[in-house]
């Protein structure tokens, strides 16, 4: 059974930077922007989204555990005056334990997490070259509230 707990600075410090470099080539991919662009601008939103690091209030970051391992990571903002829903900036299921529930499992855990915290209503967002990923949400009952089109034009 997969449990979460709050990631430990050491797990912050390898996690975070990863993810970073993950989101920089998200939108390299997406065809939004050229690599060092995207770099800078992921830079900018996690020095506003996370300015005290782990510590940041509003922002919980947890490890996934299945049988005393880590498995997987997850990052939820709470509700804020202009989003007024809870939000999964990131889950992750390291590549060795993919497609075993741990995915399912942690954004339940997440969900819980914030029932119990009285949220009413988690979001997020999901780029369409990761199919895998909008599956598991939808087979979740998450719904597309919106979403971004573009072609390349050559
Ligand atoms: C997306 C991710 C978290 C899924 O984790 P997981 O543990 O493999 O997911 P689960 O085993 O719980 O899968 C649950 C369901 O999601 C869907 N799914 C998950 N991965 C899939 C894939 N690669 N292709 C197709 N469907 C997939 C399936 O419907 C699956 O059910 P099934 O295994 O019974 O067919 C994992 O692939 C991951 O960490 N990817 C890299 C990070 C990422 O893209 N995060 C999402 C950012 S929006």
Excluded: C
């Amino acid at each position: 059974m997969l449990t979460i707990r709050p990631l430990t600075q050491a797990e912050y410090d390898v996690r975070v930077p990863a993810l970073k470099a993950e989101y920089a080539a998200d939108e390299v991919r997406a065809g939004r922007a050229t690599l060092e662009d995207a770099t800078e601008r992921v830079e900018r939103q996690f020095a506003t989204l996370l300015p005290d690091g782990l510590a940041t209030e509003g922002q919980l970051l947890f490890a996934g555990v299945v049988d005393g391992e880590v498995v997987g990571f997850l990052w939820i903002g709470l509700p804020i005056a202009d989003r007024p829903q809870a939000w999964i900036y990131e889950i992750q299921v390291d590549e060795a334990h993919r497609r075993r529930g741990h995915g399912r499992a942690l954004m339940l855990a997440a969900e819980d997490e914030l029932r119990a915290r009285g949220v009413a209503r988690l979001g997020l967002n999901v780029f369409g070259h990761n199919p895998g990923a909008r599956q598991l949400y939808e087979s979740l009952g998450f719904e597309t509230t919106s979403q971004q089109m573009s072609k390349a034009l050559e």
